[in-house]
């Protein structure tokens, strides 16, 4: 799945900006036929960004169903011979594409690309309509899963089960993009070493025909390693690997030539030389042990809610490298193409998410509801387990080239101690593996399902564990958190032997709340909450990594248990840090210089 880019034989146009919008209230756009006329609304929505704090309308911000996008388009006069392609980067969390009054594109699932061939349907020169149709609505069959509740008065609401707002609309880029008749449609790279020497294997998927030609550039730009054919290996001497913290980028170019030799079409791929590895108790990067300082983070900024925006993940980044962090969890979902390129270029680890969370019914109970079976009918059964194969096969065929993701997490707190779990995630851990061989599959650990209780661990090939001794449970007692997170780590190690990210710890804080005692809520007690873990994990040889719930404040649906979402961010939603900010960056400075456990 490569995405679009301009070089010598390709195009493409930008399609952000501001487009006409307007909200499917009666749920009426598509027999109507919205799509062939202008939208009847004064209203306009940017693009990308969430359209659910944009608005001073709460109907708006609540509103459960279709919301609609529409702009002209002109085709560049350039494009005439060309192939002609409509790519959205994301609709979370279906997307309905028209050009003029055809359906050209449908695609379910909130956090991935999808495009459509549209050349039969335009002109170069000429301009089209292009509507799009965003539907959030989550149901049982969905990934994530929710469903929709009618209240007594007929209005639709959406109940789901994920601690994080429900943001919708076009959170990425619209692009429109041209290919050549002959094209390169897709590429798969995997790397490796031997002493000094490196090793690119690639694999181009071409259509039409033509040679195929590869090349290898170092950072200099200069030639390192050719090869011929659509799969081949490129060798490189004194090869400079891709290191955490120190990246190294080579750059890939596959060719496309005639029988006369003449250029038919290229792509050029960023390629970072590193391996990745499990070997017992340690996480290995280029045969290094390596240990995890980070964040579960979320795409999440006020007004645009998910919109991606380049300033504020620059913004994000450098506080990542204030902290100290080497890493981040995508929690829970997969995040902008842009986001992985930066930690390419930067050198940051990554452990990519599918956006499969909230696959645990019995949460109902914990926010007022009622505790459900989650493996029956109707539940988390074969129609979510069809979504949720989607889903890894699309993660893996977009990040599969990315260096800086090292571990594929399949789920995020799902129920792993009930009858069916397994049968689940069986055939789940092995499409992971079957996709890429190359890295570690892992799920998040619920802290429901104990190493007595969970079913499922000996599937994956790390042991990724969410933990709130002293928040959820010995709430304002560290002293008796301690003990109890220090009996449960060791049981984990003791049952698998494996190595332990805790993917999550945290407590709720209200910054500018300080107290001399350990009164929860306060910073001083965020402080002293992960300074205790901090203890524990230095003293569980399997810990290779703690990643911090969360690095900032975010937004979630109103409840009793948040206050204006969730605060256990280390910095605030508008990014003022926190006192544990400044704890974090002096424990990650002295384990940033010191070797990991061996």
Known sequence: MLKPQANSMR?????????????????????????????????????PASYNDIFA???????VGYVWYQREVRVPRG??????????DSATHEGMVYVNDQLVAQHVGGYMPFSADITDLVEAGRSFHLTIAVNNELTRATIPPGKIVVTEDGRRQQAYLHDFYNYAGLHRSVWLYSTPATAVEDITVVTGYD??????????????EGRVRASLRDADGVEVATAEGASGTLSIPGVVLWQPGAAYLYELTVEVLDDGGTLRDEYSLPVGVRTVEVKGKQFLINGEPFYFTGFG????????????SNAHMVNDFQLLAWTGANSFRTSHYPYAEEVLEYADRHGIVVINETPAVGLHLGFGAVFGGIAEKTYVDGGIDGNTAASHRQSISEIVARDKNHPSVVIWSIA?????????????????????RELDPTRPVGYVNVMFDTPDKELIGDLFDVIMLNRY???????????????????????????????????????DTMPGLHSLYAQPWSEEYQAGFLDMYHRVFDRVDAMVGEQVWNFADFQTSNGIMRVDGNKKGVFTR?????????????RWSILNNRKPKA
């Open 11 to 47: 195009e493409l146009v930008n399609l952000d900006g501001l487009y006409a919008f307007k909200v499917d209230v009666h749920r009426s756009g598509h027999t109507e036929e919205w799509f062939k006329r202008p939208l009847r609304s004064d209203l306009e929505m940017a693009v």
């Open 57 to 63: 309308d709460q109907a708006i911000r609540d509103h």
């Open 79 to 88: 494009w005439a011979g060309e192939r002609i392609h409509i790519r959205l």
């Open 195 to 208: 002493g000094e020497t490196g090793t690119v294997d690639y694999v181009a998927v071409v259509r039409g």
């Open 297 to 308: 983070m979320h795409e999440d900024h006020s007004s645009i809610g998910k919109g991606h």
């Open 412 to 432: 995020n707190e799902p129920n792993a101690s009930e009858e069916g779990a397994r049968e689940y995630f069986q055939p789940l851990a092995e499409l992971a």
């Open 469 to 507: 001794y002293g928040w959820y449970l010995n709430n304002g007692d560290l002293q008796s958190a301690e003990q109890a997170l220090k009996k449960e780590l060791l049981a984990w190690e003791t049952k698998y032997g494996k190595p332990m990210i805790m993917t999550e710890y945290g407590a």
């Open 574 to 586: 508008d990014r003022r840090p926190k006192t544990a900010a400044f704890a974090l960056r002096s």
